[in-house]
């Protein structure tokens, strides 16, 4: 399985951007499908992920801000980010679940981030 990433650069606060996960290697449909972020010195944490039958789940911090969605069609998932934030820069990295189900450490296999920078 190949995840590859693509949407990322620099926004001012307030402002949008789209990120897109390409997928290739397997049925994408069968599959749950997550975006994580990573920010300089912490943790990577999630942020949003979508199961089989587009059930969503969000971080508390990005609900009402951040839209994931996914186009069977197209083998892809992507992430809709309005109202920008400063807090929001990092690199944000998709990942393929093992399950049709997202679940906490369920990620099987990720690609490489693209970044996400938001100036104030």
């Known amino acids: 399985v190949q995840l590859q990433a693509s949407g990322g650069g620099t926004v001012q606060a307030g402002g949008s951007l789209r990120l897109s996960c390409a997928a290739s290697?397997?049925?994408?449909?069968?599959?749950?499908m997550a975006w994580f972020r990573q920010a300089p010195g912490k943790e990577r944490e999630f942020v949003a992920a979508?199961?089989?039958?587009?059930?969503?789940d969000y971080v508390d911090s990005v609900k009402g801000r951040f839209t994931i969605s996914r186009d069977n069609a197209k083998d892809t998932v992507y992430l809709q980010m309005d109202s920008l934030k400063p807090e929001d820069t990092a690199v944000y990295y998709c990942?393929?679940?093992?399950?049709?189900?997202?679940?906490?450490?369920?990620?099987?296999?990720w690609g490489k981030g693209t970044q996400v920078t938001v100036s104030s």
């Open positions: 990942a393929q679940g093992r399950t049709s189900y997202y679940y906490k450490d369920g990620m099987q296999y």
């Open positions: 979508i199961d089989w039958s587009d059930n969503a």
């Open positions: 290697g397997r049925t994408f449909s069968n599959y749950a």
